[in-house]
């Protein structure tokens, strides 16, 4: 067993017993770190990985939170119901909006991703049906496997397992010769296609697996607060994810995971002393971005030589 | 719809667009020179705003935070080039598009720090204040004004950059930055200067859409969006793409209200999707590689 299967078990672990020695508010914000980690990591495969830097990546995260939101109190409240049917709805927005973005690159990627994710926004801040601004509110969370999840233990093994899974799921596809056509066309797209690869084909099927478990973490998002409000589509939901992606490290999922930790710890240490919390996280942001671009990771990679 | 009617709306298109162009003309200049997309680049209109209204609050006067406005918002962006922007030329260019990002952060929450949270707006300049009778029908003189202001803008632009020497030197530096520094012009301090000018117009149309649209801390954040449309559409770092783009959006904005009312926001990314699906550079755009 590598180190790193050998820290994941215990990780887990730690994760699962963590309500038997926390308080009520720890154990939930450790669910929305994990929630958050989810959505980062998965924004981490298309930027660290595949290259492609998207400013738009909320547009998953608030279709799989509405998603869920609808099907949940429309349609029963079942597996099918909170995760498969959001995660595909997901999957669908990704294909379209990247069939678009995907005709271009850089900034004017960068461009149209937080367009298209701000249209969402547009379109649930007016249609009535979907709640207006007030979104939908009083969402239940599903019986799943024959367990109710509104009960807060099994919640809690619940965000745990579906995160875990998701984790397992992006090492496996950064790790795969999949992955690696990614890390080829990220360093040398030109060459890439040369030598034979559909690189849009890839390029496309990256920005959908990315979009399908961004959907995944909004619909766990929704479950986790029983509401969603078009701000998930906002271009702060991206930002912030940017933003735990690049204090993390780009192109390393764990420090996604350790970014969105640290963003949702600051943010809730601060917010109880301070009002300017944008202020600061603006200043983390260029911070990090002017010093340490590597995010915590890197820095740790040059201080104590952590292999990649 | 009466024709006079229609004939209202555009005109009201034709004045949101003229905002726009502004605005994006900004956007498009430093990106064509500095291959950065501004994402402050929407701050910097809202500092204008705000610095526009410190100044009448001091003065009681438009016209003079017409001309301070920019002013203050033209430093502002010369500090920020020279301090932050300028070490990260030899990164790769998201960094600097993401350290642009950081500053959308950082300038509402210190404008909201200053001036607090809450909607404020700029009184128009008072020749300006009465609507005139138009098509039969009542049409706010102010927003004639800004259409005027705007086109004027539009041609001096026009030829700063293609009848003077300094429009030259600009046009060489978004050609070739190296080749110009080579011909002994010191590029550096063209790129302070160009970003400057571009906060500066970003600023200016804080100030010029006071009127029209209140102000409040988020608006920075929120015109950025339509402001990235109109260079999309019309291709980025294309000074004749802004304008052209700026128009198309003002109309179809416009127009989006009166043809889908409940789901008006989404013209003019509909607009946007088409043409980034026949012309992916946009319409004036230099053709991607």
Same mark, same amino acid.
């Given at each position: 067993m590598s180190w790193r299967a050998i820290a994941f078990a215990l990780a887990v672990l730690a994760a699962l017993v963590f309500p038997a020695v926390a308080g009520t508010y720890s154990v939930k914000l450790l669910q929305e770190i994990l929630i958050w980690g989810v959505f980062a990591m998965s924004l981490d495969v298309l930027m *660290?990985?595949?290259?492609?830097? !998207?400013?738009?990546?909320s547009a998953f995260f608030g279709v799989g939170g509405y998603v869920a939101a609808l099907a949940l109190t429309q349609w029963g409240a079942g597996t099918v119901t909170g995760l498969v049917v959001p995660a595909a709805a997901a999957a669908v927005a990704a294909v379209v909006i990247g069939y678009f973005s995907i005709r271009v690159s850089g900034v004017y990627f960068i461009m149209l991703t937080l367009a298209f994710s701000q249209m969402f926004y547009a379109v649930t801040f007016q249609v009535a049906w979907l @709640?207006?601004?007030? *979104?939908?509110?009083?969402v239940p969370r599903p019986v799943i496997l024959g367990v109710d999840l509104a009960t807060p233990g099994a919640f809690h093994v619940y965000v745990i397992g579906v995160a875990a899974a998701a984790t397992l799921l992006l090492a496996g596809i950064v790790r795969s010769p999949f992955g690696h056509v990614l890390r080829g066309i990220h360093d040398n797209e030109g060459r890439m296609q040369s030598i034979g690869y559909a690189v849009h084909r890839y390029k496309l099927l990256a920005f959908v697996i990315a979009g399908t478990v961004a959907g995944v973490a909004g619909a766990l998002y929704t479950q986790f607060a029983g509401s969603i409000t078009p701000e998930a589509f906002l271009w702060r939901t991206s930002g912030e994810a940017l933003l735990m992606v690049i204090i993390g490290g780009t192109g390393t999922l764990g420090g996604a995971l350790l970014g969105a930790a640290a963003f949702i710890l600051l943010q809730s240490f601060v917010s109880s002393y301070t009002e300017r919390w944008m202020l600061l996280l603006g200043a983390t942001f260029i911070l990090f971005v002017l010093f340490?671009? *590597?995010g915590i990771v890197g820095a740790l990679r040059g201080r104590i030589g952590l292999r990649a | 719809m009466l024709l006079s009617d229609l004939l209202a709306q555009a005109l009201n298109g034709l004045s949101y667009g003229v905002l726009l162009f502004l605005l994006s003309v900004g956007l498009t200049l430093i990106f064509g020179m500095l291959d950065v997309v501004n994402l402050a680049h929407g701050s910097f209109y809202m500092l204008g705003a705000y610095a526009g209204l410190a100044t009448i609050a001091v003065t009681g006067n438009f016209w003079l935070a017409l001309l301070a406005a920019p002013l203050a918002v033209g430093l502002v962006g010369a500090l920020m080039e020279r301090t932050v922007l300028r070490p990260l030329y $030899? $990164?790769?260019p998201l960094d600097q598009v993401l350290l642009t990002f950081g500053f959308i952060y950082v300038f509402e929450d210190v404008v909201k720090w200053i001036w607090g949270g809450s909607i404020r707006s700029i009184p128009p300049p008072d020749i300006f204040a009465r609507s005139v009778n138009l098509f039969g029908g009542a049409f706010p003189s102010y927003r004639l004004f800004v259409i005027v202001f705007g086109l004027v803008v539009a041609v001096l632009l026009w030829l700063l950059i293609e009848r003077t020497r300094l429009g030259a030197v600009i046009r060489a530096g978004v050609y070739d930055a190296e080749m110009t520094s080579g011909m002994g012009i010191n590029i550096h301090r063209v790129f302070t200067g160009v970003f400057a000018f571009g906060a500066a117009l970003g600023g200016l149309s804080g100030v010029i859409a006071g009127p029209i649209q209140s102000a409040q801390p988020p608006m920075g954040a929120t015109i950025l969006v339509p402001a990235l449309i109109v260079v999309v559409v019309g291709g980025l770092g294309s000074l004749k793409g802004s304008l052209v783009g700026s128009l198309l959006i003002g109309q179809a904005e416009v127009w989006g209200k009166v043809?889908?009312? @409940?789901? !008006?926001?989404?013209m003019i990314y509909l607009v946007m999707a088409a043409v980034v699906l026949l012309r992916p550079q946009g319409l004036f755009g230099r053709p991607l590689k």
């Amino acid at each position: 067993m590598s180190w790193r299967a050998i820290a994941f078990a215990l990780a887990v672990l730690a994760a699962l017993v963590f309500p038997a020695v926390a308080g009520t508010y720890s154990v939930k914000l450790l669910q929305e770190i994990l929630i958050w980690g989810v959505f980062a990591m998965s924004l981490d495969v298309l930027m *660290g990985y595949a290259g492609m830097v !998207s400013f738009g990546h909320s547009a998953f995260f608030g279709v799989g939170g509405y998603v869920a939101a609808l099907a949940l109190t429309q349609w029963g409240a079942g597996t099918v119901t909170g995760l498969v049917v959001p995660a595909a709805a997901a999957a669908v927005a990704a294909v379209v909006i990247g069939y678009f973005s995907i005709r271009v690159s850089g900034v004017y990627f960068i461009m149209l991703t937080l367009a298209f994710s701000q249209m969402f926004y547009a379109v649930t801040f007016q249609v009535a049906w979907l @709640g207006a601004e007030d *979104g939908i509110v009083g969402v239940p969370r599903p019986v799943i496997l024959g367990v109710d999840l509104a009960t807060p233990g099994a919640f809690h093994v619940y965000v745990i397992g579906v995160a875990a899974a998701a984790t397992l799921l992006l090492a496996g596809i950064v790790r795969s010769p999949f992955g690696h056509v990614l890390r080829g066309i990220h360093d040398n797209e030109g060459r890439m296609q040369s030598i034979g690869y559909a690189v849009h084909r890839y390029k496309l099927l990256a920005f959908v697996i990315a979009g399908t478990v961004a959907g995944v973490a909004g619909a766990l998002y929704t479950q986790f607060a029983g509401s969603i409000t078009p701000e998930a589509f906002l271009w702060r939901t991206s930002g912030e994810a940017l933003l735990m992606v690049i204090i993390g490290g780009t192109g390393t999922l764990g420090g996604a995971l350790l970014g969105a930790a640290a963003f949702i710890l600051l943010q809730s240490f601060v917010s109880s002393y301070t009002e300017r919390w944008m202020l600061l996280l603006g200043a983390t942001f260029i911070l990090f971005v002017l010093f340490a671009p *590597g995010g915590i990771v890197g820095a740790l990679r040059g201080r104590i030589g952590l292999r990649a | 719809m009466l024709l006079s009617d229609l004939l209202a709306q555009a005109l009201n298109g034709l004045s949101y667009g003229v905002l726009l162009f502004l605005l994006s003309v900004g956007l498009t200049l430093i990106f064509g020179m500095l291959d950065v997309v501004n994402l402050a680049h929407g701050s910097f209109y809202m500092l204008g705003a705000y610095a526009g209204l410190a100044t009448i609050a001091v003065t009681g006067n438009f016209w003079l935070a017409l001309l301070a406005a920019p002013l203050a918002v033209g430093l502002v962006g010369a500090l920020m080039e020279r301090t932050v922007l300028r070490p990260l030329y $030899r $990164r790769p260019p998201l960094d600097q598009v993401l350290l642009t990002f950081g500053f959308i952060y950082v300038f509402e929450d210190v404008v909201k720090w200053i001036w607090g949270g809450s909607i404020r707006s700029i009184p128009p300049p008072d020749i300006f204040a009465r609507s005139v009778n138009l098509f039969g029908g009542a049409f706010p003189s102010y927003r004639l004004f800004v259409i005027v202001f705007g086109l004027v803008v539009a041609v001096l632009l026009w030829l700063l950059i293609e009848r003077t020497r300094l429009g030259a030197v600009i046009r060489a530096g978004v050609y070739d930055a190296e080749m110009t520094s080579g011909m002994g012009i010191n590029i550096h301090r063209v790129f302070t200067g160009v970003f400057a000018f571009g906060a500066a117009l970003g600023g200016l149309s804080g100030v010029i859409a006071g009127p029209i649209q209140s102000a409040q801390p988020p608006m920075g954040a929120t015109i950025l969006v339509p402001a990235l449309i109109v260079v999309v559409v019309g291709g980025l770092g294309s000074l004749k793409g802004s304008l052209v783009g700026s128009l198309l959006i003002g109309q179809a904005e416009v127009w989006g209200k009166v043809w889908l009312p @409940g789901v !008006s926001m989404a013209m003019i990314y509909l607009v946007m999707a088409a043409v980034v699906l026949l012309r992916p550079q946009g319409l004036f755009g230099r053709p991607l590689k």
